[in-house]
């Protein structure tokens, strides 16, 4: 507005004839911009309202000098050579200079040197061009000196305004619109002052003068548009020092540069032959090495991009690495909250992707077919967002996604939903097997002004983690009660990692009783986290945790050595029946290929008969990777300890994995056992897993077992052992080496009595 406002005025100016009123348009158009021009820079603040204040008041004394100059034009008075007018304009010009010089200070504090010299180079060129073309041709000849010092000032002006221009121009940083009216400012002053050295400058009166004089508004005007953008605080941000970076084509400018003189002492030469030869030879040379010059900045540059690519990306999936996407948040943001007057990074979010059960499939097929995963998962991602939209690899297995200019929420639900579904079809692998992942999605929109790149990611990673405790292959959007979540969890992670070795893990037993006699035929292990100040902390809730982190591995081989070592005593003193101990063994450990040798360790470490030894699994871990499973469980059954399949009924149920397997006992999940006899139809599950797990030759233990009813269900079934609270929950050792102790007194006291009976 203010730029069209002021041309407008400096054309009215030349369009009415009458000087003074012609001159109070122009003026006007002067004072209205100078008025612009400050208003925007109190618009800053310290340092940066400083400089954009000396910018206001170079304009404020070039209007000065144009009040003065029409002062003595209306008056018609002979203005002196050196008039005050004169003074001020000359004065405006390196305030100007140094006004831009104090921003790029600001915008990188640590110097700029090479900025400066290059602008200085330009400059000087630029200089060495004005005294050939707009000094030296006035007739100094019998001019008074201080004539000789006014016709020299205004082009030294000029090369001043081309130094800020060049300063400009050469530092890097934001392409904000008020740089680009900077440029338009100080572009056009150059323009109209050169067009104004290059006529006599002494004819005050119209014509070409009075055309130069009334654009000088509209270039006063620029200045005010920059000083009043409101990306105007952006031009002097901090930014990275990369200014000192020689690019191919500000090498093109300095050869410019360079190349000046000995061009203009060509054109000087000409009418000697004899000189010319010479200086055009040395122009030659300097094009020579200059050219040599070029090519090796340019190779310079390209390796240099190469390195830049290397260091943001990610090598194997050639997506952003985790350095740069943070930054390019941070600029979405910053973008979002300017496209949408100032809500802050509207349209914006953040998708967390972790695949889920990756580290099994590295495990499994190896790192290649892992590697090969990801890339394949990477292209799928990027298929799933937009075009415009970022993805980029954190590490592992782990992905971002920045989503920019979304019309509304459920926009990212859909790409959320798109990339969930994306990623949980099968992956074919080069060998010809197939892999299956699925995906866990943390979403995480801007919820202040103050949202930053790191905040966004480190929710969506939160909102991730929420995804995958309900159950994964699914997405979740982040809300402030996640955070203290988060928190909470990452103290259950320290703590459980020191759990071992402080003893706070114990193993409780529940017995497992013979359906056909009521006796004790062994017992399960079960884990419990005594959490000082958190009481008693059921498997559940931290087993999950200990999974991901991988603190199962160690906690699990404790179970196994503790549970084995338990067992051996029990079995050194009742020795009247072998008994087994039931060890729970958790994915993580199943893909462990040393799984053999550390229960391998357990078992001739505590010296009990491997046979009285079982291993419970679930199906869900079989079935993840049966080819690896396979060769696990024989493995570790060469050993001589037995595998129970565990909570069976709740996975996929393959029955034909009950062959193929070597099982030796299933474990009914609870779930069918608590409507035994209620529902026809979970005692007929019951009945057929039985019915099928005995033809297959595998022993059937029922979980859950709450009440008489149950077990006279199960007697009818034929089902060979029980395990639930009927019986006992958990117990500690002691109260489990009572029961035994009992068991065995009750069991004597039953053979006397039987010795007794008379014949
Ligand atoms: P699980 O292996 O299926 O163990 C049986 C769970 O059912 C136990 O829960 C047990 O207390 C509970 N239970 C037993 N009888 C009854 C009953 O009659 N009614 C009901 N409602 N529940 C009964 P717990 O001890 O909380 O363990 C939960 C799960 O944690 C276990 O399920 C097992 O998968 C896992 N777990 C326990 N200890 C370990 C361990 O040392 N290592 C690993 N990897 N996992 C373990
Ligand atoms: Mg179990
Ligand atoms: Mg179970």
């Known amino acids: 507005l203010i730029v069209v406002a002021c041309a407008g005025l400096g054309i009215a100016g030349v369009v009415v004839s009458e000087y003074w009123i012609s001159a109070m348009l122009v003026d006007g158009g002067a004072l209205l911009a ?29 209007l000065v000098g144009d009040l ?58 630029g200089a060495l061009a004005s005294w050939e073309f707009l000094v030296q041709p006035n007739s100094y000849a019998g001019m008074p000196w201080s004539e000789r010092v006014v016709a020299a000032a205004y082009p030294l002006g000029d090369v001043l305004l081309l130094t800020a221009l060049s300063w400009l121009a050469f530092s890097p940083g934001v392409r904000t619109r008020a740089a680009g009216y ?30 130069v004089n009334s654009f000088y508004p509209l270039a006063y005007a620029f200045l005010a548009a920059a000083a009043l953008q409101g990306d105007a605080g952006d031009l002097t941000a901090p930014a990275p020092n990369v200014s000192g970076r020689l690019h191919p084509a500000r090498v093109m400018f300095l050869a410019i540069a360079l190349l000046t003189a000995p061009a203009l002492d060509l054109v000087e030469v000409a009418s000697s032959p004899d000189r010319m030869a010479s200086v055009a030879i040395g122009l030659l040379i300097t094009i020579a090495v200059l050219g040599r010059f070029f090519l090796v900045v340019r190779d310079r540059e390209a390796a240099r991009q190469q390195l830049e690519f290397q260091a943001s990306h990610d090598t194997l999936t ?20 300017r496209a949408a007057g100032g809500d802050p990074g509207a349209g914006v979010a953040v998708l967390y992707v972790d695949l889920d059960r990756f580290k099994a499939v590295n495990d499994s097929h190896g790192h290649d077919a892992g590697d090969q995963l990801l890339v394949e998962a990477a292209t799928r991602l990027v298929a799933a967002v937009r075009a415009g939209d970022t993805v980029a690899r954190l590490g592992g297995d782990e992905f971002a996604v920045l989503c920019e200019d979304l019309p509304e929420r459920q926009t990212v639900f859909d790409i959320a939903d798109r990339i969930v579904d994306a990623l949980s079809r099968p992956f074919t692998m080069e060998g010809g097997g197939v892999a299956v992942v699925s995906a866990s999605v943390g979403i995480a929109v801007p919820d202040g002004p103050e949202a930053s790149g790191e905040d966004l990611l480190r929710d969506a990673d939160a909102a991730m983690y929420r995804a995958k405790e309900a159950g994964r292959d699914r997405w979740e959007v982040f809300d402030a009660a996640m955070r203290d979540w988060v928190a909470a969890r990452r103290d259950t992670e320290t703590a459980l990692a020191g759990a071992i070795d402080r003893g706070e893990l114990r193993l409780l037993y529940q017995p497992i009783v013979d359906i056909s006699d009521g006796s004790i035929a062994g017992f399960e292990a079960l884990l419990r986290w005594e959490r000082p100040g958190h009481g008693v902390v059921a498997p559940n809730d931290f087993i999950p945790l200990a999974e991901e982190t991988g603190l199962i591995i160690p906690i699990g081989e404790w179970v196994l050595t503790e549970a084995c070592l338990q067992a051996a005593r029990w079995n050194r003193e009742f020795m009247d029946r072998p008994l087994h101990v039931s060890i729970n063994v958790s994915g993580r450990q199943l ?19 491997p046979e009285c030894v079982t291993l419970e699994l679930t199906e ?67 009945a057929a897993v039985i019915a099928l797990s005995h033809a297959l030759g595998h022993q059937v233990v029922a979980e859950g077992v709450e009440t008489a009813d149950h077990l006279a269900a199960l007697v009818t079934l034929g089902c060979d052992q029980a395990q639930g609270y009927f019986f006992a929950k958990p117990i500690t050792t002691a109260e489990a080496t009572a029961r035994l102790r009992n068991a065995q007194r009750r069991s004597v006291a039953d053979l006397l009595a039987k010795l007794r009976e008379p014949a």
Do not use: C
Not at 51 to 59: D, I, P, V
Not at 624 to 634: G, M
């Open 318 to 337: 050639g997506l952003l690495n985790r350095h740069l996407v943070a930054d390019r948040i941070d600029h979405a943001l910053a973008r979002g909250s």
């Open 620 to 686: 869900s871990m079989l079935l993840d990777d049966a080819d690896w499973a396979l060769a696990q469980l024989e493995s570790v059954k060469r050993l001589g300890v037995r595998i129970a399949i565990d909570d069976f009924g709740t996975g996929y149920s393959a029955l034909s994995y009950l062959r193929l397997f070597p099982i030796d006992v299933v474990k009914i999940d609870r779930s069918f056992i608590a409507d035994l006899g209620a529902m026809a139809a979970d005692t007929t599950v019951v």
């Open 591 to 609: 893909n462990q290929a040393n799984l053999r040798d550390t229960v391998e360790r357990a078992v001739h470490g505590a010296g009990i008969d």
């Open 68 to 125: 003065i100059w029409d002062a003595y034009a209306i008056r018609d008075s002979e203005a002196p050579t050196l008039s005050p007018a004169d003074i001020a304009y000359f004065i405006a010009y390196p305030l100007m200079v140094f006004a831009i010089w104090r921003m790029l200070r600001i915008r990188s504090p640590r110097g700029n040197r090479e900025v400066v010299l290059d602008g200085l180079a330009l400059a000087a060129a």
């Open 182 to 211: 900077l440029y338009a400012f100080f572009g056009v002053t150059l323009a109209l002052d050169i067009g104004y050295a290059l006529f006599p400058r002494f004819a005050t009166t119209a014509g070409w003068i009075d055309y």
């Open 34 to 62: 100078t008025v612009g021009a400050f208003v925007g820079a109190r618009r800053r603040h310290g340092r940066v309202r400083r400089a954009w204040l000396l910018l206001a008041a170079g304009l404020l004394l070039w």
